[in-house]
């Protein structure tokens, strides 16, 4: 019964290579989004979906493309992999509007490129 | 931009001692939500506590209490009777209520660590 569920909670991989990682919600929320922790644990937003539709969209290179299927999934695929895209990829979901509008977070995805 | 500062890289509390950590945030609207989210070692990320910017009241739930602070535009967190779950990073964030409102800032964090 988890709420914000990401999948591979591990990914090591070699430069070059296309991953994607899997999100699913189970909220019933409108807004899912992505976002990039780095070593440093800065956490940056990279983009957001609501009802399917791509709202943010932050300054990150075209390998990264999200894709929502329904609003209940946010997937992040990323081609030729580079070092610099090491980092914990976490996929959140909030219910858009109002008071609540309160993000829940999913566990994180760490992606390791050799 | 909205911009979120936590000052505090790395705080340190004793077991059962009181800690605050500091939050300053940048912006122009008068309408907004503030966050404070803990992160352990297992990485998850969840809420701590918020604030509604147009509430004077400060928020608290449980041993985790804020002190807003609008005009100085400052949103601190008090752990009182620390315990050793406690230790993690912890982000404050900021979202507007009207405009963007679906795009959250956050801070740099602060890593609380607690001694036994």
């Known amino acids: 019964d988890t709420a914000v569920s990401q999948t591979p909670k591990y990914l090591v991989t070699q430069m070059g290579n296309d991953k994607s990682i899997k999100c699913e919600q189970n909220?019933?929320?409108?807004?899912m989004y992505w976002y990039k922790q780095d070593s440093k644990k800065f956490l940056k937003i990279m983009f957001s979906y609501n009802n399917k539709e791509l709202i943010i969209n932050e300054t990150v290179p075209n390998r990264f493309s999200p894709k929502s299927p329904d609003k209940a999934h946010l997937n992040l695929h990323i081609n030729s992999l580079e070092l610099g895209d090491s980092a914990v990829y976490f996929c959140?979901?909030?219910?858009?509007?109002?008071?609540?509008?309160?993000?829940?977070f999913g566990a994180g995805t760490r992606l390791s490129v050799l | 931009a909205q911009t979120v500062t936590q000052s505090q890289p790395e705080m340190s509390v004793q077991e059962a001692e009181t800690v605050t950590l500091s939050c300053t945030y940048d912006t122009s609207e008068s309408d907004y939500y503030l966050f404070w989210y803990k992160q352990p070692p297992s990485r998850q990320m969840i809420l701590v506590i918020r604030q509604e910017a147009y509430k004077q009241q400060n928020a608290t739930e449980n041993r985790f209490s804020v002190n807003f602070q609008k005009a100085a535009k400052s949103f601190s967190l008090k752990i009182s009777d620390s315990q050793l779950g406690d230790a993690a990073m912890y982000f404050c964030?900021?979202?507007?209520?009207?405009?963007?409102?679906?795009?959250?800032?956050f801070g740099s964090g602060t890593k609380l660590n607690v001694k036994p």
């Open positions: 959140a979901s909030s219910p858009g509007v109002g008071s609540k509008n309160i993000q829940y």
């Open positions: 964030a900021y979202r507007s209520s009207k405009y963007n409102f679906n795009k959250f800032y």
């Open positions: 909220l019933g929320h409108d807004t």
